[in-house]
C-alpha cells in the first residue's frame, strides 16, 4: 500500500507544483492539497484489508478523509467568497 500512496503523493506534488506556477489565490493550494490527498487517502484504505471499521465497508481512516476533504471544500468556499468581499470594498 505504501507504494500506492507514495505515487499519489508524487502525481500531487507535481499537480501543485503546475498549479503554483499559474500565481493562485491565497489558499488555493493548501485547499487543494486537503482536497486531492483526502481522496486519494480514500481510495487507498478502501485497498488495505488490516483496517478498523466503524461500519461494515466503511473504514475510520475513510471517514477522517471525508471529513479532510470536506475542511478543504469549506476552506476554499471560504477564501473564494473572502476575496470577493474584499474585491467589493476595493471598489467602493
Known amino acids: 500500500m505504501s507504494c500506492y500512496e507514495s505515487i499519489w503523493n508524487a502525481c500531487l506534488l507535481i499537480a501543485m507544483l503546475i498549479v503554483s506556477r499559474k500565481k493562485p489565490k491565497i489558499g488555493t493550494l493548501t ?3 486537503f482536497v486531492i490527498y483526502g481522496l486519494g487517502r480514500f481510495l487507498i ?9 466503524i461500519v461494515p465497508g466503511i473504514r475510520i481512516s475513510q471517514i477522517l478523509s471525508l471529513f479532510l476533504i470536506c475542511c478543504g471544500i469549506v476552506l476554499y468556499v471560504f477564501f473564494v467568497r473572502r476575496d470577493k468581499n474584499c474585491a467589493f470594498r476595493k471598489k467602493y
Open 31 to 33: 485547499c487543494m492539497y
Open 45 to 53: 484504505e478502501g485497498l488495505r484489508a488490516d483496517s478498523l471499521y
